[in-house]
């Protein structure tokens, strides 16, 4: 019943694209945990090679770590809303009222999770020069991507 | 990626009531079909089910317009927020204007069906860890 559109299945392939050729790296027997930590310290290089200043590259870091957070309260929250409207398309007596009530929850929440995530981008610009920002398009925060993938159907 | 990430994470925000009010219609077609054994409220159904893969792909094209030019706005390290804002409005209100007309469908969908007509073409969801719906 649920589905994700295309748009954002071609946006997450983007975003995992960069994947591709990092993730060959991989050792195969690293315990999930082990290769977190992998890609969390793969991430952080990355950024101070970007960043070359220690203080500025911390900062940033720092504001990563609060977006992955970020992140993860917010697939909750899309998960929630998805299960909750799936039982709605199912339930026969289900009423209108019911979808708007979880419409505007939903509705809530989104406004919530774009404001925080505005602010944190505006502190990354804050902390990054143009050509910085373009270097760390190219930088993979891992850890994200099986959270994007499961929003796809 | 992060920087994809983010906007990955704005977008799903930005656009997520229509995915959710949309079946698998050409699952639905197929199952009303199959299991509206009444003729005239069968032909009903599927034409109810035309008109929701209309709006669907009518929004879908709309959708793809406006995630380009918001995309636009976030690759620019210097976009303020209110651009981002503005941006935005577009996907919102069409999100919204496309999932009331599927939800209109829906009810009219519903008005046709019986309730147990209704339980075969749309099965309680059997969720899994991740909330993402298995089909029987």
Redesign the interface.
């Known amino acids: 019943m649920i589905c994700s559109p295309p748009w954002l299945a071609g946006l997450i392939a983007l975003a995992l694209g960069l994947a591709t050729t990092a993730g060959c790296s991989s050792k195969p027997d690293l315990t999930p945990e082990q290769q977190a930590q992998a890609d969390v310290a793969a991430y952080e290089a990355q950024i101070r090679r970007t960043i070359p200043e220690p203080a500025r590259a911390d900062q940033l870091i720092a504001l990563t770590n609060e977006f992955q957070r970020l992140a993860t309260e917010s697939i909750a929250s899309v998960r929630g809303y998805r299960a909750k409207a799936a039982a709605l398309n199912s339930n026969y007596d289900a009423t209108r009222q019911d979808y708007e009530a979880l419409f505007t929850q939903q509705d809530v929440a989104r406004e919530a999770f774009i404001r925080k995530a505005s602010a944190l981008r505006e502190r990354m610009v804050a902390f990054t020069s143009d050509s910085e920002w373009e270097e760390l398009k190219k930088a993979r925060l891992r850890a994200l991507d099986a959270d994007l993938e499961e929003l796809l159907p | ?24 219609l050409d699952q639905t077609a197929m199952l009303i079909q199959k299991d509206v054994a009444d003729e005239a409220r069968r032909k009903q159904a599927l034409t109810i089910v035309e008109q929701m893969k209309a709006v669907a792909k009518a929004y ?1 094209k709309q ?2 317009k406006s ?1 380009d030019a918001l ?1 636009g706005v976030l690759a620019k ?2 976009t303020p ?1 209110s651009d ?2 503005r941006a ?1 409005q577009p996907l919102v209100a069409d999100d ?1 204007a496309a ?1 009331d007309k599927l ?1 209109d469908l ?2 009219q969908l ?1 008005s046709v069906l019986t ?1 147990d007509e ?2 075969m073409l ?4 059997a ?1 899994d860890a ?4 298995k089909h029987a």
């Open positions: 990626m992060l920087i994809a990430a983010i906007t990955a994470f704005l977008l799903i925000h930005f656009g997520s009531h229509s995915p959710s009010v949309t079946p698998q879908a959708r793809e995630v995309n390290r210097t927020t981002i804002e935005a919204r999932a939800l829906r009810f519903r309730p209704w339980k749309f099965p309680a969801p969720a991740s909330g993402k719906r």
